[in-house]
């Protein structure tokens, strides 16, 4: 009998007991979940379940590099789930039919979750809530456990969404504090058998091409990875971090932007211990930057077209340029521009890229080459460990200048000038151009200005400056 034979043929053993599940999705650790807090409390057998879907997501199913780190999370959980004598049970989507078909092999009465707040899993949400509730007698409990307040609290004084960040960052603090964050609430009971279940290598999440060899150098996945990084974080960078979060030379920030996406960690337990280790202004810029991924799920909530229209709706008739050539060249990192290619490369060797430098190559994308944002938004898509579509959308829409309490259009970032001054002594672009290394301090940011500090095999600007950042002002005066 096949895996998939067997999980549907599969009949309840356990009859005197009503088990509860607790669907596991975008909350992959055992801390601070209220989900599974609720079903602990409960005190019954727990089946704790991840229904792998991605077409439920669709157009935004998890890049490659999401589903190499959903891979190595899954299985952190599933190690951290047996060490409470119980284990993570895979099945496929679509979620609905298999919380029916689990609801049914268990018997279970009860059904726990932690909300996501992206616009198709709410509207998958609501609908599984509906018909479970509604045909099958089901008790759901869902929670926040993702973000510090619920999408929808924050409101202005006269109960519209904000759309620019400092009113926001101030209503946040009138809010009050974010709730503390809870250990786990007690022992977790086991069903008598499990049901079956397939394994994380079934999900076939691994890339079938190994270009993942410095994803596995850079990162430790996982719940205990994600406390590990935190407590780093506060007892190193954090005491400078508003002097070296813009240096990408630098270990300055937390890196904890995929723990964070993936639910390892919660933004509570980030912020409540920052409170208690660290009372100092780094650390209160540090709280604003982590209000600022409150602020990109708040915007995604309350204008659910984000990712595909432009907040401002004047640049619905931006004159993109459809240039396949020069946008892979800057996918590949080789425009010639060093800060652009080092951050392009550090993205493609490592999932992730500094926030400085995504500011800067998607600056160079919308303005200098005038290609759409939504182009860089689906590279970074594919491409990002961190991959998220609120934070992603409002990054890229504040760089292009059509997003809420964005850049202005005509702050076009200089790369040369922004390498200088981010990374004044060249070794972020030693580490990721291995051709420049020979170069000193100066020549490295714009090789070409010197003939004999021009190396072979690094490519001529793909483009001047000066000409690109007068067109693209030109298309902008068209809009206006
Ligand atoms: C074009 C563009 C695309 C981006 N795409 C993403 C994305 O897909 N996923 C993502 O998590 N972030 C994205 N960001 C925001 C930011 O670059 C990353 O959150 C940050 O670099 C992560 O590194 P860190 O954890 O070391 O950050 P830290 O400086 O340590 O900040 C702590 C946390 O605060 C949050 N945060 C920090 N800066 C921002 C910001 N500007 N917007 C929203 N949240 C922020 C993140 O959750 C981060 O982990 C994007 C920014 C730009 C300009």
Redesign the pocket.
Known sequence: MSQSEKITNHKLEIRNTTPSIVWFRRDLRLHDNPALNAAITRGQPIVCLYINAPDEQAPWQPGAASRWWLDRSLRSLDQSLRQHHNQLIIRLGPSLDTLQQLIQQTGATHVYWNRCYEPALIKRDTRIKKNLRDRHHIAIQTFNATLLHEPGDILSQAGEPLRVYTPFWKSCQRFGTPREPQSIAGPMAKPQSFPPSLSIDQLNLRPTIHWDAGLHDHWQVGEQAAQKRLETFLTGAINQYDTD?DRPAIDG?????PH??FGEISPQQIWHAIGQQCQHEHADK?LR??V??EF?AHLLFHFPSLPTKPMQPKFAKFPWKNDKKSLQRWQQGRTGYPIIDAGMRQLWATGWM??RV??IV?SFLVKNLLIHWKHGARW?WDT?V???LA??T???Q??AGCGADAAPYFRIFNPITQSARFDPTGDYLRQWLPELAQLDDKNIHAPWESLQAHPLDYPDPMIDLKETRQRALDAFAKIK
Request: hydrophobic share 40%; no cysteine.
């Open positions: 979060r920030t937390s890196q904890m932007s964070l996406h540090f930057e982590l600022w991924r990109s500094h926030n995504r500011m998607a970074f990002l961190d991959a998220d934070n992603n409002q990054g890229w504040w760089t």
